[in-house]
């Protein structure tokens, strides 16, 4: 998919008039999707890019287009490096009606090999100093598999990019990004962007447009 086709954008406005209506979420997209017709990754887009106005804008409110240099980060490590990682890999990355990018990387059913993910943040880094961030901190999912190896990587190449911070490994990062009261949030996990008390910033989108300047798929051009 590198454009919306006329189909789609109906299935997009059916979609998200049903959900502004309170129907139930998977039935509704099953209801849609069927209707229209669309492949795996169409449905992939609508059920992570369509969002009711409301929802939008509550996010849109949350989200900064630039920090301040000398602002302090905290990073939803997993999502963000997958999220460039996925691009890297060629997979689709769309900008959601909320104004993040994200991606359908799941329905691959694959995960990011591990010289895409190093890669990503190396990527990542040299986006967050052009930032000039105070302190800089990732949080990593302890049970996803060689977590402290990636974890030693970044806090190594922190220091290397002279950026102060580490990586740490925790069972909850989500925990922790919700419950954060200083500094701003990197993530487009929309349920962290609902329940955090902080401001969120897209380090994905500002990686990705930093260093390919992509022409993203919008689901605001739909409206």
């Known amino acids: 998919m590198n454009k919306l086709s006329g189909q789609f954008i109906s299935a997009i406005h059916d979609y998200q008039y049903l959900m502004e209506r309170h129907y139930a979420e998977k039935s509704t997209l099953k209801l849609v999707s069927d209707r229209y017709a669309l492949s795996g990754e169409e449905r992939s887009v609508l059920?992570?890019?369509?969002?009711?106005?409301?929802?939008?804008k509550k996010r849109k409110n949350k989200l900064i287009a630039r920090p301040e240099s000398g602002s302090s980060f905290i990073i939803d490590g997993y999502n963000v490096i997958r999220t460039v990682g996925s691009y890297l890999t060629g997979n689709l990355v769309f900008v959601a009606m909320d104004g993040f990018i994200r991606d359908v990387?799941?329905?691959?059913?694959?995960?990011?090999?591990?010289?895409?993910?190093?890669?990503?943040?190396?990527?990542?880094?040299v986006t967050l100093k052009s930032l000039q961030p105070i302190n800089v901190l990732f949080y990593l999912d302890m049970p996803v598999s060689k977590s402290g190896e990636l974890a030693d990587y970044i806090s190594r190449s922190l220091s290397s990019q002279e950026?102060?911070?580490?990586?740490?490994?925790?069972?909850?990062?989500?925990?922790?990004?919700?419950k954060a009261e200083m500094g701003i949030v990197c993530?487009?996990?929309?349920?962290?962007?609902?329940?955090?008390?902080?401001?969120?910033?897209?380090?994905?989108?500002?990686?990705?447009?930093?260093?390919?300047?992509?022409?993203?798929?919008?689901?605001?051009?739909?409206?």
């Open 163 to 178: 950026l102060t911070g580490n990586a740490e490994t925790v069972h909850s990062p989500d925990h922790h990004l919700k």
């Open 47 to 56: 059920f992570r890019g369509v969002i009711t106005k409301e929802v939008v």
């Open 187 to 223: 993530t487009s996990d929309s349920v962290i962007i609902d329940e955090c008390h902080l401001s969120v910033f897209d380090l994905a989108r500002r990686t990705l447009d930093l260093h390919f300047s992509p022409e993203f798929i919008c689901l605001t051009d739909s409206t």
């Open 105 to 125: 990387s799941e329905i691959h059913k694959k995960s990011v090999k591990d010289d895409i993910v190093f890669r990503a943040v190396d990527l990542i880094l």
